[in-house]
């Protein structure tokens, strides 16, 4: 599996911060699971400044000296982590507003990065794995959209939870993918 996203995404000497931001995403989605009414606020600003700090290592990943081959994916996503996190952390009102929305554009992005890691990797072992992954995020994203439309916010509520928990797993999964070999 290792091989298979260092092709796609390279490595990092900073896959250590995406694993704590993993694990601060699943802590603060099961939080936001059991607090949901308090939560909403909370959970947008919180997620604006848990994606600075992702898009700043993004960033960094993209802009190292060892960036490897997919820098470009880095550092979109690491611009549009960082715009994103800067509107929801500027207003509480704004982002709650929006946050559906917002949630919905990134995970409908990281769903398309991974289908296009997947389609890459079409010719190696455990590819489909990134194209289950990538439709996941995506069905996310077209959810999230659905219920910023429809104004449910039980709904958002739920799905953000969700969203929290399994973006979690995955940041925490990738950044042992991006550890570099210790030979």
Known sequence: MKALFSKFMGESRYWWVVLLAGILMVICGFAYWFWPVVG??????????????????????????????GWGWWLA???????????????????????PYF??????????????????QSGRRYW???????????????????????????????????AFIYWGFSLAMLSYDIKPDQR
């Open 77 to 99: 996503g690491g611009i549009i982590d960082m715009f994103i996190g800067f509107m929801m952390v500027r207003s509480v009102v704004i982002s709650e507003a929006v946050f």
């Open 128 to 162: 489909w794995l990134q194209l289950i992954n990538g439709m996941l995020l995506m069905l996310i994203g077209f959810f999230f959209i659905e219920a910023g439309w429809v104004q449910d916010m039980a709904m958002t509520s739920f799905l953000t939870s969700l």
């Open 40 to 69: 909403y606020a909370v959970a947008s600003q919180l997620f604006g400044w848990l994606l600075i700090v992702i898009g700043v290592v993004q960033l960094l990943q993209a802009s190292g000296p060892h960036a490897g081959r």
């Open 103 to 120: 949630l919905a554009f990134i995970f409908i992005f990281w769903g398309i990065s991974a289908l296009c890691a997947a389609v890459k």
